[in-house]
């Protein structure tokens, strides 16, 4: 089981262009989760999709799409970068509906700066 | 939204010194999560409770739901220990995390 990864590991866009950020979960889980983490802000929730077919906002989606057209994967869509979206971003997933309270499971994370 | 406290920021400790870290929280949840992200970035799930008291290995936490508080302990603590030690919460709904800014804890030989 590879777990939860994430493509790529690090990337600089200059501002205005577009990426898109690839979280692949072999664990069969339900539920996926894309945060940001930022130095004396902990992580935040940006989108998180409960099943396949499933996008909800987070905490702070501005700025950012997700789609989840397979289980298994769950992408982060910037469209056009601002140097605010400079960041360290995890995705993560967690088992199905019957067992939503249990742990989530993070990937190692893609660090992004913008310039 | 829940508001996430964790205390202290920052702890230095020598090894086998018993640590303790805080976290308190506004609004009634679902679950607790403790994280422990490392130096390279990592993040790993350490507990998830909804009350009472876990134990795995070295690391204890507890949870009092009455007083919206948890405590993460850490016994004979090892510099290998050294991390950010994360605090999450479910809302009721059991969707979504927020987070505590986390504890950065180094433990010295």
């Known amino acids: 089981n590879a777990g939860v990864t994430q493509t790529p590991k690090f990337r600089v866009l200059k501002t205005g262009q577009s990426m898109t950020l690839l979280c692949a979960q072999d664990?069969?889980?339900?539920?996926m989760y894309w945060y940001r983490q930022d130095p004396g802000m902990g992580l935040r929730l940006i989108h998180y999709?409960?099943?396949?077919?499933?996008?909800a906002k987070g905490e702070v989606p501005d700025g950012y799409n997700v789609s989840r057209l397979k289980k298994q994967n769950f992408l982060l869509g910037l469209e056009s970068a601002a140097p605010s979206q400079t960041s360290v971003y995890f995705c993560?997933?967690?088992?199905?509906?019957?067992?939503?309270?249990?742990?989530?499971?993070f990937g190692p994370g893609t660090r992004l700066l913008v310039l | 939204k829940n508001e996430v406290e964790q205390s202290p920021q920052n702890l230095t400790a020598q090894e086998e010194e018993f640590i303790t870290i805080n976290c308190s929280y506004s609004?009634?949840?679902?679950?607790l999560h403790w994280l422990q992200q490392h130096p390279g970035g990592g993040i790993v799930s350490l507990f998830m409770l909804s009350s009472g008291k876990k134990k795995h290995g070295r690391l204890i936490a507890t949870i009092n739901i009455q007083e919206k508080h948890s405590s993460l302990h850490i016994t004979a603590s090892h510099p290998r220990d050294s991390a950010v030690y994360i605090c999450?919460?479910?809302?009721?709904?059991?969707?979504?995390?927020?987070f505590g800014g986390g504890t950065r804890l180094m433990v010295k030989p």
């Open positions: 993560a997933s967690s088992p199905p509906r019957g067992a939503l309270r249990e742990t989530q499971y």
């Open positions: 999709s409960v099943g396949e077919g499933t996008t």
């Open positions: 609004v009634g949840i679902s679950a």
């Open positions: 664990m069969n889980h339900e539920y």
């Open positions: 999450a919460v479910n809302d009721n709904a059991g969707n979504m995390l927020t």
